[in-house]
């Protein structure tokens, strides 16, 4: 179990990013939160490393209409979310 902190910049606001993180989060079982900030976007995420990265890797993406710009990852402290949850 690992716990990280994503910080997505780009056009990543009003493209449903904060949507489909959650459609994703929950298949594969993720808990945490994701939420704007100004104009970007930040998720605290946690569950197996393997499955954090598959989140990861989408994140440099995102949903159809996003253009991201850059992915920050640092690492966070183990919260015990028990769900996924858009703020």
């Known amino acids: 179990m690992k716990n990280v902190v994503i910080e997505i910049r780009g056009y990543v606001q009003n493209v449903y990013f904060r949507h489909e993180a959650k459609k994703l989060a929950d298949k594969l ?21 393997d499955k954090l990265e598959e989140f990861i890797k989408w994140c440099h ?27």
């Open 29 to 49: 079982k993720l808990k945490g939160l994701i939420k704007n900030h100004y104009d970007w976007v930040v998720a605290e995420v946690e569950g197996p490393e």
């Open 61 to 87: 993406r995102g949903p159809v209409a996003a253009k991201v710009e850059s992915v920050k990852i640092e690492p966070g402290t183990i919260k015990g979310y028990e769900s996924f949850e858009i703020n």
